[in-house]
């Protein structure tokens, strides 16, 4: 059951949209919501660059400059994220880090049931850089589950429809007993699929997958196998009809990577459909 929720936040539109579904998620689970803002310290650094010899006052001038630009900006954006939980009637809290985005929400999201999050997230309040925080960078140390979320916000208030691509890897496994264990199993219509070349395989996955499932009173659990790879089965024919896919997240393996790492990274590339990784 999620009952803690790490928002981290900055001024895109894919931030609004994790708002937004944290509240949704925190009133179906009664879960505290804190929202997080990081004070990139090197990006301001970065941002002033190199500083030619004789203009050091000038470029300490800058940077307090900045800094102090940059603390505005996480005022308002915590207060922005306070008055939308208070409106909504959502527990909450308010936090602040210094130093580098992704190390600073990996820290923190080990106190939390989940990280909710924009698939495409900048974090330049604070700084003037444009870089775009990979959510893949987040995805190699974090031992919490995220939600990946697009700019567009549009989940459906029932039944929802899930996707779960399952290899049988320790990757994918994460993140089928992490939906299991985080969700209401009233809510949801399921399809698990899997890519092997033989039947007998991929029967046996999807088996153990389904007496999963069940056991923690799921039903409507339709199972798909395919020869086929996987990304292409999943945009062909699964994109249109699925509102939240449930994947493992990226392994350093190039083998474990191959099939549910790769469609991974597609769909965060893609930024139009809700992620649930392990």
Not at 12 to 28: D, E, G, R, T
Not at 138 to 158: D, K, R, W, Y
């Amino acid at each position: 059951m999620i009952k803690r929720i790490l928002v981290p936040l900055d001024f895109s539109k894919h931030s609004n949209s994790a708002i937004s579904f944290a509240v949704k998620l925190a009133k179906q689970t009664d879960a505290i919501l804190t929202g997080l803002v990081v004070l990139d310290i090197q990006g301001i650094e970065r941002a002033i660059g190199s500083v030619p010899l004789g203009a050091l006052h000038y470029a300490h001038i800058l940077e307090e400059t900045k800094m102090n630009e940059a603390k505005e900006s996480i005022k308002k954006l915590l207060y922005k994220f306070n008055e939308r939980c208070s409106r909504e009637g959502i527990k909450h809290f308010e936090a602040e880090e210094q130093g580098s985005p992704s190390f600073s929400i990996m820290k923190e999201s080990i106190y939390y049931d989940a990280v909710i999050v924009g698939l495409k997230t900048y974090f330049n309040c604070c700084s003037d850089s444009n870089n775009e925080l990979a959510l893949t960078d987040l995805l190699e140390e974090s031992v919490t589950p995220i939600f990946g979320v697009p700019a567009n916000l549009n989940f459906p208030q029932t039944k929802i429809k899930i996707l779960i691509a399952f290899d049988g890897s320790q990757n994918s496994a994460k993140a089928l007993q992490r939906f299991a264990q985080l969700a209401n199993p009233n809510s949801y219509n399921i399809t698990i699929i899997t890519s092997d070349p033989n039947k007998e395989a991929a029967d046996f996955k999807l088996n153990n997958a389904e007496a999963y499932l069940t056991a923690h009173s799921f039903n409507n659990i339709r199972k798909v196998w395919t020869k086929e790879n996987i990304k292409e089965i999943v945009k062909n024919d699964f994109i249109e009809n699925t509102d939240l896919f449930v994947l493992g997240a990226h392994s350093k393996s190039a083998v474990i990577d191959f099939m549910v790492g790769s469609l991974t990274k597609f769909l965060i590339k893609l930024d139009r459909k809700h992620l649930l990784i392990g």
